[in-house]
């Protein structure tokens, strides 16, 4: 069946770090690819999403590239801040209407 | 315009009891997704409604069920609770459901089952 899987966190940064997290999925056709973050106590927002092979979504300051051939979405950003601290799921629909498959989600802390 | 709202926002029950977690869209969406968080189980979909009908659902037990109403608004039933329905209860609205659209987060229900 789908699904996806990230790398395993947390992730722990300095302020100003590059920051890279791992996500590849398994698929049939051509799935819709997102990143989702979810902030302490609150519920999921969508940080940036690509819905064809080589798009690039970008927000904030992160973006993730569709890559097709290798099956991955990973997420980048060149220098993260404290506030950037948070969960952060990738996900993918890949057929059924609205039906969600996410990661397990990587959990990221920036120290100043 | 206004977010996904959800209510209520936190629910103790005891095992055995039933539940009803209301959800109302983003004004103008017309299909809604529920998905269960959970510490172990992670992020899981439940179910999905586009104009009163459920055009998907997950691989959870018949004691979840949901409805949708004429104005879009949702909500899901547990019933017979077990303490592993303990969970942050996410509710998600889009225009028409489809796949390239972006899907929008209320801010959950969390359930505890005592």
């Known amino acids: 069946g789908d699904s996806v899987t990230q790398m395993e966190g947390p992730v722990t940064l300095s302020e100003e770090a590059f920051l890279t997290i791992n996500c590849t999925y398994t698929a049939t056709g051509y799935p819709s690819l997102f990143w989702y973050v979810q902030y302490p106590g609150e519920g999921l927002q969508l940080l940036l999403k690509?819905?064809?092979?080589?798009d690039k979504g970008s927000n904030k300051g992160f973006e993730a590239t569709y890559r097709k051939e290798t099956t991955s979405f990973h997420l980048e950003k060149g220098s993260v801040q404290v506030s950037d601290s948070a969960v952060y799921f990738c996900a993918l629909i890949a057929g059924g209407y609205n039906k969600l498959i996410f990661g397990a989600g990587t959990r990221l802390a920036v120290h100043p | 315009k206004a977010g996904v709202t959800q209510t209520p926002r936190y629910l103790i029950k005891t095992r055995g009891q039933q539940v009803t977690l209301s959800c109302s869209p983003i004004s103008g969406h017309r299909s809604v997704s529920w998905y269960q968080q959970t510490p172990g189980q992670g992020l899981q979909f439940l179910f999905e409604y586009f104009s009163e009908t459920q055009r998907n659902k997950g691989n959870f037990p018949g004691r979840f069920s949901g409805r949708q109403f004429s104005n879009s608004r949702s909500e899901m039933n547990v019933s017979t609770l077990e303490l592993g329905d303990s969970a942050l209860y996410l509710c998600a609205s889009s225009a028409s459901g489809s796949r390239q659209e972006t899907q929008y987060f209320g801010p959950g229900t969390r359930l505890l089952v005592l």
């Open positions: 690509a819905t064809k092979a080589d």
